[in-house]
């Protein structure tokens, strides 16, 4: 009986020792590799919401820049609106925020699309080196009472 037990723990110490070691460095790599993971989408989820905070803010000012040329009533009594001037406005409160966009006047509608791209940290080592983010503004021309 003795003999058995020796041998039994033998093995133990044999195979046991060996695969616990291997077992907690796969464990502790799959863990760091998992939080290094969540880190990175958590860090570069909030850099892209953030360049969307920034691309929508920038949209509602240039379509603010091209609301200012607003030229009172009309021959119809509605309100004017220099379509050439409100564009040159928003594009140039574009270029100079350094932005890309558009301009688009419809009826009594403005609409500014704005789009960039915003480099990843953490995600550019698992291959996503950036991702494109966009906004946009409208501005509905109305008469006051």
């Not at 070691?21 to 880190?39: E, N, P, R, Y």
Request: charge should be neutral; avoid cysteine; charged fraction near 15%.
């Amino acid at each position: 009986m003795t003999t058995m037990r020796h041998l039994h723990n033998a093995l133990r110490r044999r195979f046991h020792g060996r695969g616990e070691h291997g077992w907690v460095t796969l464990t502790v790599s799959v863990v760091v590799l998992g939080l290094f993971a969540v880190v990175g989408l958590v860090f570069d989820g909030a850099r892209k919401v953030e360049a969307l905070q920034r691309l929508d803010n920038v949209a509602a000012e240039a379509a603010r820049a091209a609301g200012q040329h607003i030229s009172g009533a009309d021959l119809d009594g509605g309100l004017g609106i220099n379509r050439a001037a409100a564009i040159a406005a928003a594009r140039n409160y574009l270029a100079a925020a350094g932005v890309a966009g558009t301009v688009d006047i419809s009826g009594d509608t403005i609409t500014v699309n704005t789009s960039g791209t915003e480099d990843t940290v953490f995600l550019e080592l698992v291959g996503v080196p950036s991702f494109n983010v966009t906004g946009s503004a409208t501005v509905q021309i109305t008469t006051g009472l």
